[in-house]
């Protein structure tokens, strides 16, 4: 009896690439843990095209079947699963690019078993037998690490040491944190915090919500009855007082008052508490320095929180998408690494303006949906709408306001910033 793969981990539409030498279990795996009718298998696609699983000359045209049921698959959504050795980047290149043109989420599972272990149970096979060689050869040609993985763009990607690992394998590690919300009712967006602690606290309770204790560092707080706060993301940075605003955002995320997005600053915070290598700037150490004094404790609940982020929100029945740095219409509601990226850094235009900064695609002037799309990234000095779109970020931390969108009614409602505590790089 087999145990069909129904992790929440894993989004509709996912494209799964099994990857390692044969003998190490892609095959059984793939059949334990997901219908049939989901795995695309090489030497199935080889039997296809010549009546034989093990004909190796007709290996182009196979992967030619292989790569079109894919494409298939993935455009109409599906979950797909890839069962080939997948060892060489130029065989899982091509399963990249087919899952980015049609904005789908792209898993790697690595086998890393053995080659011994590999090359018994392929001795053991009875439908037919890869040499020995051919075993060293594909373990010489696999990737050597999940980070190389990453690097091509799988996300997330799964290693499996062991023949035990991979029988009782029954989720991934880390679930892939979801943008849907069926949550309905009103909600109030609030823009970029980088830090502004005081200010926060002070547009909250404009908005009406309970602010109790707030001498003590986490300020209880309560949202007006059938009203939920929503941030836009980048929560660090540049401000005044990082750590506090970091510990108000979780514990209204916590008790339910709130919900967030991940933003570029968050990311980059994210990576550096795991320890990759980032370029301190734009207010980074601040931060880090204020996480430093906090304690190893605080910054593991930092890290567990940020790492569970969604790069974008969908609410109230899709009628609001709540995204940092704004999303166009087609990537809503996937949970690509394209859409990621777009959702966290906009999408770049490979121009810079006379500041120096990047030059961004301008999406909201093209967006057409029918949903209302609330995000932040840039700097201006007055929200205002685009279409059915609004950028709410205007500089609280460069000397502007904090804002809120308050939704359905469209409400922006503002509190001035105390002072400047960031020079912004150009006039907002």
Request: hydrophobic share 40%; charged share 20%.
């Amino acid at each position: 009896m087999t145990t069909q793969f129904t992790s929440p981990g894993i989004a509709p539409g996912t494209l799964i690439v099994l990857i390692g030498p044969s003998g190490s279990g892609k095959s059984t795996f793939a059949q334990q843990h997901f219908q049939s009718t989901q795995i695309v298998s090489s030497d199935a696609c080889r039997a296809m095209v010549a009546d034989d699983e093990a004909d190796q000359a007709a290996t182009t045209a196979a992967f030619a079947v292989l790569h079109s049921i894919v494409e298939q698959r993935l455009r109409a959504g599906r979950l797909t699963v890839v069962d080939a050795t997948n060892v060489q980047a130029k065989a899982r290149r091509p399963l990249l690019e087919v899952a980015s043109r049609y904005h789908r989420p792209c898993m790697a599972v690595l086998f890393e078993l053995p080659p011994e272990v590999c090359k018994e149970r392929n001795r053991g096979r009875q439908d037919r037998v890869v040499e020995d060689f051919v075993v060293d050869r594909q373990c010489a040609q696999a990737p050597n690490s999940a980070e190389a993985l990453i690097h091509e763009g799988f996300d997330p990607v799964i290693v499996l040491h062991s023949a035990e690992e991979a029988d009782t394998f029954g989720s991934p590690p880390r679930s892939s944190p979801t943008m849907w919300h069926d949550k309905a009712g009103s909600f109030d967006v609030i823009g970029d915090l980088h830090g502004c602690c005081d200010e926060l606290l002070s547009l909250l309770k404009v908005m009406g919500y309970r602010v109790e204790n707030l001498d003590a560092l986490i300020p209880r707080i309560t949202a007006p009855e059938g009203r939920t706060a929503v941030f836009v993301g980048d929560f660090t940075d540049r401000g005044p007082d990082n750590v506090r605003t970091l510990l108000v955002v979780m514990a209204m995320v916590h008790s339910g008052a709130a919900l967030a997005v991940a933003g570029n600053h968050d990311d980059k915070l994210l990576r550096a508490l795991r320890g990759s290598p980032v370029k301190i700037s734009n207010g980074l150490d601040r931060t880090l320095q204020e996480l430093s004094t906090a304690g190893e404790e605080m910054q593991a609940l930092v890290r567990d929180f940020l790492d569970g982020l969604p790069s974008h929100l969908i609410l109230n029945g899709g009628g609001l998408v709540v995204a940092h740095a704004g999303l166009p219409q087609d990537l809503h509601g996937s949970d690509s690494p394209r859409a990621r990226d777009v959702a966290l850094f906009g999408t770049q235009t490979g121009q810079r303006d006379v500041f120096g900064l990047k030059i961004l695609a301008d999406w909201a002037r093209t967006y057409k949906g029918d949903a209302v799309v609330v995000w932040g990234h840039l700097p201006i000095a007055d929200a205002a709408w685009v279409g059915n779109t609004i950028d709410i970020d205007t500089g609280c931390v460069h000397g502007g306001s904090l804002t809120a969108l308050r939704y359905p009614e469209r409400e922006l409602v503002s509190v001035p910033a105390a002072r400047v505590y960031s020079a912004p790089i150009k006039p907002l």
